[in-house]
C-alpha cells in the first residue's frame, strides 16, 4: 500500500489495533452502520480478521465489499465499503426486473 496515497473524504480511518479486543467488534459494526453509501472504511488490524468478516457478511449482505489493500503477519489493511444499493436498483429496473423495494 502506497503511504503517498492522500485519501478520498469517502474513506475513513479505523485502527482496530487501538481498540480493546474486547470491545473491537462492536466498536466496528457501530462504525459501519454509520457510514453511507458509497462511503469506505479503512480497516487497519494486527490480524487478518477472518471471523469478524464472515459475521459482517451475515449482517450486511451484499451491502458491504472487501478489498484487501495490504497483508503481512503484523498487520491487515482492508478497505470495507458500502454499496450504493440505489444503484443496483435502478440497473435491475432498467433491466426490466424489480429490486424487491417496490412493495
Known amino acids: ?24 467488534h462492536a466498536a466496528i459494526f457501530g462504525a459501519l452502520d454509520a457510514l453511507h453509501p458509497g462511503e469506505t472504511m479503512r480497516f487497519f488490524n494486527d490480524h487478518n480478521p477472518l471471523p469478524l468478516i464472515a459475521q459482517l457478511r451475515d449482517r450486511f449482505g451484499d451491502k458491504l465489499t472487501f478489498t484487501y ?12 465499503s458500502v454499496a450504493d444499493l440505489s444503484v443496483k436498483a435502478r440497473d435491475k429496473h432498467a433491466e426490466g426486473g424489480c429490486c424487491g423495494s417496490c412493495g
Open 69 to 80: 489493500r495490504q497483508t503481512n503477519p503484523d498487520l491487515t489493511v482492508i478497505d470495507i
Open 1 to 24: 500500500m502506497s503511504t503517498d496515497t492522500l485519501l478520498d473524504a469517502s474513506v475513513h480511518i479505523f485502527d482496530a489495533r487501538g481498540v480493546a479486543r474486547r470491545f473491537r
